[in-house]
């Protein structure tokens, strides 16, 4: 997981202080002091959030709001390889900001609203983000920065019985939806998705109430409190990517196999092909791909970590480890990283040299747990 930061003052969130009773262990992650785990401890956590729901404070990501118009839509279109002329109202994607050589200067999800659109962006990436944005719209189209609001993200499998009793509007929604939801007499967007692969929702609520609906949740006796360690290997275990590790500037969204976010429309084939920074490059039938983002499980439990070298029998350097972690789930060491296409094979097996011992792994399908999403 990467911790390093972006700015040098600690901010803490409006939740601060209910981790502070709970007797989180804090660590400083991208300039706000963050629980990484809770007493419970961030296997169980992990386990909890499988089975019954984990409760997260991820008040540290961007959530910015855009007003939802034709100039706004050609603006973002030029930065985000999504059909957000045809984004229904209710509905979100999972998407990219695309720089101008068509690099992957974020990954985020972008909801469309009756009037704007709202984006989650992460935390370690949201003030280049920010000013990237704000660059490439025209002044009427700035964005709008919400500082004031909490975001958390209820996840399990026991989500939709725990937030009905809350919000029963929520029954109807499927995975991707979103909508506008009243509590305490104030305007919360909320979601069905997540960052686990698990069934879940992200709540984005004023601050002024978070306390309160987060008390209300954790009400319930299925919810425990979860921190950044328990996000991180629920993430790796559903073949997630975390920015700054999996994908960056120097991947491709072929590398990284994160193509298929393109919508239909707007590939060689579609009505609208291209239109984004690097589409050229990037759908260029001739583009020569030399890498590719695959799983790994190890032989030996030797947890396997991010920036360890990936090495044929012959001790040849054939790729680099970009996450890693024992798998809480399967008990196995699992990775993920980038490999060379000629040996990103499945059940092709590989190396890597840990403190003088070279463990074998294979290369196997992800994610390594099945994703449950309704």
Not at 29 to 51: D, I, N, V
Not at 345 to 356: M, T
């Amino acid at each position: 997981m990467n911790t390093t930061t972006e700015k040098t003052t600690i901010s803490h969130t409006a939740l601060y202080a209910i981790h502070e009773q709970k007797n989180a262990k804090f660590v400083d992650f991208y300039g706000y002091k963050m629980p990484l785990c809770y007493p419970l401890g961030a296997a169980k956590e992990h386990l909890h959030t499988r089975e019954k729901a984990g409760l997260f404070d991820v008040s540290h990501m961007g959530q910015l709001i855009i007003a939802y118009n034709e100039q706004s839509i050609n603006e973002l279109e030029k930065l985000i390889p999504t059909d957000l002329m045809n984004l229904p109202v209710g509905r979100q994607a999972y998407s990219v900001l695309l720089g101008e050589q068509g690099q992957i200067l974020d990954d985020l999800i972008i909801s469309r609203y009756q009037d704007f659109f709202y984006l989650v962006v992460n935390a370690g990436c949201k003030n280049k983000d920010i000013n990237f944005i704000n660059k490439n719209l025209s002044i009427n189209n700035n964005l709008t920065i919400l500082e004031d609001r909490s975001l958390i993200a209820l996840q399990g499998p026991s989500t939709k019985l725990i937030l009905a009793e809350i919000i029963p509007q929520i029954t109807t929604m499927k995975f991707m939806d979103c909508k506008t939801i009243s509590l305490y007499g104030k305007d919360c967007f909320i979601a069905r998705c997540g960052y686990t692969g698990e069934d879940g929702f992200e709540i984005s609520i004023p601050n002024e109430i978070a306390t309160k609906v987060v008390a209300e949740i954790k009400a319930h006796n299925l919810v425990e409190w979860c921190g950044l360690a328990a996000r991180d290997t629920l993430r790796l275990e559903a073949g997630l990517c975390l920015y700054g590790n999996d994908i960056d500037e120097t991947t491709t969204l072929a590398s990284s196999k994160l193509k298929w976010i393109i919508s239909k429309n707007r590939r060689l084939n579609g009505d609208r092909p291209g239109g984004f920074n690097g589409s050229e490059i990037i759908l260029s039938p001739d583009a020569i791909l030399t890498r590719v983002r695959v799983g790994f499980i190890a032989e030996k439990k030797i947890p396997i970590r991010k920036g360890y070298t990936i090495i044929d029998n012959n001790n040849k350097e054939i790729g680099i480890i970009t996450s890693g972690c024992i798998s809480p789930c399967l008990q196995v060491p699992i990775a993920m990283g980038y490999i060379d296409i000629c040996k990103a094979n499945l059940g092709e097996v590989v190396y890597v040299n840990i403190r003088k011992h070279k463990i074998k792994m294979k290369i196997c399908q992800m994610p390594f747990v099945k994703k449950q999403y309704v």
